[in-house]
């Protein structure tokens, strides 16, 4: 299987690299073949920008999406955006690796987003939930945060982790990919810095290595987080008053 791992995170000796680099060569040893993209120490630029297109198709205002698709159609995309997406193309599973910052993804990685699903190539309004381009394939979010466990729980005072989740869950379920259950990292501390240095940092390192290790083992047997899609919907885009999933007083 090909895997790609998309971390971001800016200190390689982070939490966050730690499992990155315990996924590599937990899924090597299981005979697959892992590609990273490592959006700080490639310099990805987050930032969509007029800059990026060298041939606009109109060049008095930028439209992003208009750009994107005129880029894609006209074979201009700039090379880290076809990097990016002939390594996502490729893959069978992705691994998003990052830490929770401000309730979300950092800056960096939403401007993968951003920029790497290109309108017209990637997704496009026909093309886009059950009815995306990447049908069957995987991915997974492995996510660190900062405060414990508890707090993220449905009345917790981080945030409840599903909802803080589900707007990255989305967008790559926008893609048409199947979405496995996040693997969540609660209460590391201080960044996951220096964890050499901290006796019991660093057992919690170990042991969380040792958990995301076992769920790498055994990631091809589980099952899709469930999402409605185009036949479950009405006209307006909402779930239809008789679905079993529909809310009722």
Request: charged fraction near 25%.
């Amino acid at each position: 299987m090909d895997i790609l791992i998309v971390y971001c995170h800016p200190e390689p000796l982070s939490f966050n690299g730690a499992l990155k680099d315990v996924a590599v060569e937990t899924l090597q040893r299981l005979g697959h073949q892992v590609e990273i993209s490592d959006l700080y120490a490639e310099g990805f630029d987050p930032v969509e920008h007029p800059r990026h297109f060298s041939e606009r198709a109109n060049a008095d205002t930028f439209a992003p999406l208009t750009e994107q698709r005129h880029a894609f159609d006209s074979g201009t995309l700039p090379a880290d955006v076809q990097r990016e997406i002939a390594r996502l193309e490729r893959a069978d599973l992705v691994i998003l690796q990052f830490p929770l910052w401000w309730h979300a993804q950092p800056a960096m990685l939403k401007g993968w987003f951003d920029r790497i699903f290109v309108y017209g190539g990637i997704y496009s309004g026909s093309m886009r939930y059950d009815r995306g381009r990447f049908p069957g394939k995987r991915v997974i979010c492995s996510v660190t945060t900062g405060a414990p466990e508890p707090t993220f729980s449905l009345h917790g005072r981080s945030g409840h982790i599903v909802s803080l989740m589900w707007p990255i869950h989305c967008s790559l379920y926008y893609l048409g990919m199947d979405v496995i259950a996040p693997h969540i990292t609660y209460g590391v501390q201080g960044g996951g810095l220096n964890y050499q240095e901290e006796e019991s940092f660093r057992a919690q390192l170990e042991a969380d290595k040792a958990n995301w290790a076992r769920r790498l083992e055994s990631l091809e047997d589980e099952t899709p987080i469930p999402f409605t899609g185009w036949d479950d919907w009405d006209e307006h885009g909402v779930l239809k008053a008789e679905h079993p999933a529909r809310w009722r007083p």
